[in-house]
């Protein structure tokens, strides 16, 4: 009985912690939060938000990149990424929903 009172603290603390630091990225002292959905019938497929964009274009843009790539690597074990809408366009003609750049594309198998 005193190993149940023990670890139930214990699994408190651990429920508390969250993947927030690790869909966070640092960029020219700023931080930029990242997400990425797929459908589960096409993992390969992907569309990855960053922002807030109205700090940092670019930091947003590097989020999101981060989000795909560590979602290639995670799924087909290759961070290439073909880019629909990349991160290598014009910063006017960028996809901004909600304050987040948008940006889409398909993992490429190694």
């Excluded at 590097?62 to 629909?84: E, F, K, P």
């Amino acid at each position: 009985m005193k190993t149940g009172w023990v670890l139930v603290p214990v699994l408190c603390a651990l429920t508390a912690c969250g993947r927030g630091d690790l869909d966070t990225v640092t960029f020219e002292g700023a931080r930029f939060d990242g997400d990425l959905r797929s459908e589960r019938s096409d993992r390969a497929g992907f569309v990855a938000t960053g922002g807030p964009a109205s700090v940092s274009l670019e930091g947003s843009k590097q989020a999101a990149m981060y989000q795909a790539v560590q979602h290639c690597i995670a799924y087909l074990g290759s961070s290439d990424v073909a880019w629909t809408n990349g991160p290598d366009v014009d910063d006017s003609d960028l996809i901004i929903t909600d304050n987040e750049v948008v940006l889409s594309g398909r993992c490429v198998e190694p």
